[in-house]
C-alpha cells in the first residue's frame, strides 16, 4: 500500500475538517497518481467532499465502524482487518491510503511507500500525519523541484520504508 497526503512543515494535515490549503496543481497530481486504482479513506473524509460524492474513476473503499453505512459507488470496510481481505488480491501499488489523520496513524505500517506533497509553511491544525522525517524506519528517496503558488512554496517527496 501507498499513503499520499499533503502535509505542512510541521506534518500537519488538517484543521477543523477541512484541508490546510487547495493547491490546484497538486490536486491534479493526486488524481493522475490515483486515477484507476483503489482509495482507502475514512466515513468523515468522504463527509468533507462536495455532495459527499466518491472520487470517480478509482475504486473507493470507506472505513465506517457503522454497521449500517453505505455509500453509492463505494464499498465499506467496517475494521482494518477486513479492509486488508478486500484489498488481499491486488498489487499494493495499486492501494492508496488517502485519509484522515485516524486512518493514516492505522495503515502506516501497511504502508511501504508514502508520496507527500511537503507545503514549506505552518498553518493552524488539528491532525496531523506521522512525520517520516524523524522516523528510522522510512527514508526520502526522492524529491521534486521547489514548486510555486502564489506564496506557497512546496515539494513533491516519495518515502520508502526501510
Not at 499533503?6 to 496543481?25: Q, R
Not at 493514516?104 to 522525517?133: M, R
Request: aromatic share 12%; with cysteine.
Amino acid at each position: 500500500m501507498k499513503a499520499i497526503v499533503a502535509v505542512d512543515s510541521n506534518w500537519a494535515i488538517g484543521n477543523k475538517g477541512k484541508l490546510l490549503v487547495s493547491i490546484p496543481a497538486d490536486q491534479k497530481n493526486f488524481r493522475n497518481i490515483t486515477m484507476g486504482n483503489t482509495i482507502v479513506y475514512g466515513r468523515k473524509t468522504l463527509e468533507t467532499f462536495p455532495q459527499q460524492v466518491v472520487l470517480p474513476g478509482r475504486d473507493n473503499i470507506i472505513l465506517s465502524t457503522r454497521e449500517d453505512y453505505a455509500v453509492k459507488n463505494a464499498r465499506v470496510a467496517h475494521n482494518k482487518e477486513e479492509l486488508l481481505d478486500m484489498v488481499g488480491g491486488l498489487n499494493s501499488d495499486e492501494v492508496f491510503i488517502i485519509g484522515g489523520s485516524s486512518v493514516y496513524n492505522e495503515f502506516i505500517d501497511e504502508c511501504d511507500t508514502a508520496i507527500v506533497t511537503f507545503i514549506d509553511k505552518e498553518y493552524q491544525a488539528d491532525s496531523y500525519f506521522p512525520n517520516l522525517d524523524e522516523d528510522p524506519n522510512w527514508e526520502m528517496v526522492d524529491e521534486s523541484d521547489e514548486q510555486v503558488y502564489f506564496d506557497i512554496t512546496y515539494t513533491y517527496r516519495t518515502y520508502k520504508r526501510k
